[in-house]
């Protein structure tokens, strides 16, 4: 598992500098079956990443090993205070 965090943590880091502004409140937290999952640190950081589902999806696949990626899930970040 911790294997899988770092990778994770990898991936978030290489994508971060391509994200952008729009896309700058988001956070790579998981990779399955294909699907990535950010997490969003406020409603409207996750509203506007879900608008741009299929922007942010060209922007994962710019990654070498995230290229099979076929779907993106943005979801809020519930435990933010």
Do not use: W, Y
């Not at 899930?73 to 205070?81: A, G």
């Amino acid at each position: 598992m911790l294997t899988k965090a770092k990778e994770h943590n990898h991936f978030d880091a290489q994508l971060q500098p391509l994200l952008g502004v729009q896309f700058k409140d988001i956070h790579l937290c998981l990779i399955e079956n294909n699907v990535a999952t950010f997490i969003a640190s406020n409603s409207s950081a996750a509203f506007r990443a879900n608008k741009q589902r299929s922007k942010l999806l060209g922007i994962v696949k710019q990654i070498d090993k995230l290229s099979t990626i076929e779907k993106v899930v943005v979801k809020l970040n519930k435990n933010q205070t």
